[in-house]
């Protein structure tokens, strides 16, 4: 973080430099005028909003991977990525011949089952009846025990062979089942209702049930996973405000709350997730795009707010401060202007600047709150490398309000190098038509 600072820093110094040079130039007679060129900003009185920042991942609401259920070929695919599909509806189908076969063969056993209990059926009844005519005789002594006792016999086993034909046909009504089952699995067909994406089937191709073959989910709905720390639990809680952005938003900013928090802590890493759910109608958010999410957890004591670009690591003592221009004012009628000033004002006179080491107590993504600088106080925000290398207690100052420098604190490196650029290109071709 230190190193992206004083990046920063130096590219602020460089495009501020740049700005400045054409006044310098008329300048240079006058010793005093060669005092460095900084801007300044008014520190303010006030509480900074707490906030974490942490990378988030897109996902779509009800996201799923579509998996096949069974080996089997591709033999059509009835979707394209970008298409809507309900739930239920048919994506793939795949070859079911096999699966057809294999349906065959066990309805044709369940017959043979079915068949073979009525052999058992009739044998029983026939032993049964017999049985019956046996009693009958043995009650006028026609009969004997010996044959009575013979059928029981054949009865039970009867009984038995019934019984057996009753389970052989559970068996082959299940297996019937179970290929039927595999028969309309060859049929792929979407979990949920949403939009159709990541297709990695096509006709031909073998699926196995470890292979994905579509991604399926609601785009107007985003769910963004992000990972807390055990201590994080500890102040970031559910309903809290967050907002997201990203490069890839450009200037929009995402407002929404933590939805739900595992109380799960991960085997080893000591961290768990948290989801944020928000409404994607507009399309913004990809499935699969990292975002930054700064979760705003309360606010801090009140103190003197200063933007993180007026905090300055002195290389050679390695003291953490804030240049003041000490002696420097403007009238409040002025201040107000400036908020709304369309154009920078001018340079003012060298004026006299002083290193104050400072303590940041709450650091905000814009500014920081810190102890050692007064409410009011004009704070350099950019060029404090310049009066370090001259090692001056004078510079010159301009003036700026703190939209600009929050804005240009969010530009990224290369938009600021960018700018630099375009500047000295527009510079020079000036100077060749004046030439």
Known sequence: ???????????????????????????????????????????????????????????????????????????????????????????????????????????????????????????????????????????????????????????????????????????????????????????????????????????????????????????????????????????????????????????????AEVSRISPFLGAGNFSTEAEIDIDNDSGILLPGMFVTVDVLYGESEQATIVPLSAIYRNPRSGETGIYVATSYGLESEVIEELEEADEPLSLSNPTDVEFVPIEVIARGRDAAGVTGVRSGDWVVTVGQNLIDRDNSDRARVRPTSWMNIVEMQRLQPQDLLRQIMEQNVADRSAMNLEN
């Open 1 to 255: 973080m230190r190193k992206i600072n004083s990046v920063l820093a130096v590219i602020f110094a460089l495009f501020f430099i740049n700005a400045c040079s054409g006044e310098e130039e008329f300048n240079t007679d006058n010793t005093e005028a060669l005092a460095p060129a900084v801007e300044v900003v008014q520190a303010q009185f006030g509480a900074l909003p707490l906030e974490e920042r942490l990378n988030g991942l897109v996902r779509a609401a009800n996201q799923v991977d579509i998996y096949p259920r069974i080996n089997a070929p591709v033999e059509e695919v009835y979707v394209q990525d970008g298409d809507e599909v309900e739930k239920g509806d048919p994506i793939v189908r795949l070859r079911d011949s096999e699966f057809r076969e294999q349906l065959k063969q066990a309805e044709a056993a369940l017959r043979i089952n079915i068949a073979q209990r009525r052999q058992a059926e009739a044998a029983l009844g026939e032993i049964e009846s017999e049985l019956r005519r046996e009693r009958v005789l043995a009650e006028r002594d026609l009969s004997s025990e010996l044959n009575i006792e013979r059928l029981e016999a054949q009865k039970e086993s009867a009984e038995a062979s019934l019984q057996l034909a009753n389970a052989q046909i559970a068996q082959a009504e299940s297996l019937v089942e179970e290929r039927k089952e595999a028969l309309d699995r060859t049929i792929v067909r979407a979990p949920v209702s949403g939009t159709v994406g990541g297709r990695s089937a096509e006709p031909g191709m073998q699926a196995n049930t470890g292979e994905r073959l579509f991604t399926i989910g609601d785009l107007s709905n985003s769910r963004i996973t992000i990972s807390l720390t055990e201590k994080m639990l500890g102040y970031i809680n559910k309903d809290q405000t967050v907002r997201i952005f990203s490069e890839n938003l450009g200037d929009t900013v995402l407002t």
